[in-house]
């Protein structure tokens, strides 16, 4: 039988790397994770639910290769009554280079831009901004899906539920107000100084 003069495809150094980073990543269950309050993104960990800095082979595997990436979007809310509650999605991204996004290889860094301009939309759309107290979104470099469960304790190991709403923002200066008010009736504080006029 003749042998076949078309070439053997190449399976390079950085092919190989490729592959090897997407089984760590997936097997380790790594994923990027960003909320608000961060300077910048960290890595969690779905088995221990820890944020962490990555060590540099991790740091590696996410930033330094091209990923088919999945993503959930979080709002972290609170209502009047102190009740916490998410509000999660998975919006579909605009298409990069006439590409749908999920159908494409990419770098870490842009999907954090796609995300956060993603995320800006979806808090006007779907959120009651009085109720909002931290937002964010977790990022897998493989196919995956996160449950509010998971995201719920992630979140309450790392404190992302301690900021103020905006509701509590506004009850809290209004009874700042009245208790100024109330201590310059009885007495307690003496009237603001408005100048010496001549």
């Known amino acids: 039988m003749p042998k076949s003069n078309k070439p053997r495809k190449s399976y390079g ?3 190989k790397s490729q592959t090897l980073a997407d089984a760590f990543l997936k097997k380790n269950k790594l ?3 960003f909320t608000c309050d961060m300077k910048n993104a960290a890595v969690v960990s ?5 944020i962490f800095n990555p060590d540099s082979k991790t740091a590696d595997a996410i930033t330094n290769y091209d990923h088919y990436w999945s993503y959930t979007l979080v709002v972290f809310c609170r209502d009047q009554t102190g009740s916490e509650y998410l509000i999660t999605g998975e919006p579909e991204l605009p298409d990069l280079d006439d590409k749908p996004f999920n ?3 990419m770098r870490q860094s842009q999907v954090a831009e796609s995300l956060d301009a993603a995320h800006k939309r979806f808090i006007k759309e779907y959120t009651n901004t009085l109720h909002l107290c931290n937002t964010g979104w977790i990022a897998f470099p493989y196919k995956a899906e996160i449950d509010e469960e998971t995201i719920c304790k992630i979140a309450d190991k790392h404190g992302v539920w301690k900021f103020a709403t905006k509701f509590e923002k506004m009850k ?3 009874l700042k107000e009245r208790k100024e008010t ?9 009237p603001k100084s408005l100048g010496i006029y001549k």
């Open 31 to 33: 994923a990027v994770w």
């Open 172 to 174: 809290s200066e209004k």
């Open 46 to 50: 779905l088995n221990t639910k820890e």
């Open 13 to 15: 150094a950085h092919k």
């Open 103 to 105: 159908s494409i290889r």
């Open 182 to 190: 109330t201590d310059l009736i009885s007495g307690k504080t003496a």
